[in-house]
């Protein structure tokens, strides 16, 4: 199995400021198709899953321009360029790379300080 | 706009079957383009994968393999919905069930999710 590791598990971030979540995979995340198919999801507090970004940098319909993704093979980043209050929760990567089995990440817990 | 409408009891007894349905609006359980899956979450084991059902000319299933031999996921072309059946629970199995649409290998509709408790 693909193994996903996010770093760090827990963020406190000040409103306004900058975040960055990593996540790593345990191997490449290139498709012989040619696609990365690394996404990012948010859960926020008594909510299901919602993703934000698709084919590691594409941004879903709704989502906000401060959310951003990079990376390549197996480093990617999640960006918010300037936290609000609506952004606390956890966030997740998930690899798609592998047919059988997709995995997550085990989440990075956002919080304001 | 694709929703995903979960049902099925909240409490389950030990060595009962879990049974959960997932009504499908603004797609097709039989479309040729996505999968049908469903995810569990829970504090011990995080956001796992269960399983998927799909159509390409003729019905597949995939299941994780940590339930394989107690696992069914069934898709319903009348009432357009899937369900999850999940065989001889534990405490182990409580957990927050969600039904999740794969398109594009990743998952972009996901269904309000289901607290299951397994519990006599």
Excluded at chain 1, 54 to 62: C, E, F, I, P, W
Excluded at chain 1, 80 to 90: F, L, P, W
Excluded at chain 2, 88 to 97: K, L, R
Aim: aromatic content about 12%.
């Amino acid at each position: 199995d693909v193994v996903m590791t996010q770093s760090p598990l827990s963020l406190p971030v000040t409103l306004g400021q900058p975040a960055s979540i990593s996540c790593r995979s345990s191997q490449s995340l290139v498709h012989s198709d040619g696609n990365t198919y690394l996404s990012w999801f948010q859960q926020r507090p008594g909510q299901s899953p919602r993703r934000l970004i698709y084919m590691v940098s594409n941004r879903d319909s709704g989502v906000p321009d401060r959310f951003s993704g990079s990376g390549s093979g197996t480093d990617f980043t999640l960006k918010i360029s300037r936290v609000e209050a609506e952004d606390v929760g956890v966030y997740y990567c998930l690899q798609g790379t592998n047919w059988l089995m997709y995995t997550f990440g085990q989440g990075t817990k956002l919080e304001i300080k | 706009q694709v929703q995903l409408q979960q049902s099925g009891p909240g409490l389950v007894k030990p060595s009962q079957t879990l049974s959960l349905t997932c009504a499908i609006s603004g797609d097709s359980v039989s479309s040729n383009t996505v999968a049908w899956n469903w995810i569990r979450q829970s504090p011990s084991r995080g956001l796992e994968w269960l399983g998927r059902t799909y159509y390409r000319s003729k019905w597949y299933n995939d299941y994780a393999v940590s339930v394989k031999s107690r696992i069914n996921i069934n898709p319903d072309t009348s009432k357009n919905q899937f369900s999850l059946q999940l065989n001889s629970v534990t405490p182990e199995d409580t957990a927050v069930y969600y039904c999740v649409r794969e398109w594009v290998r990743s998952y972009d509709y996901w269904g309000q999710g289901t607290l299951v408790t397994v519990s006599s």
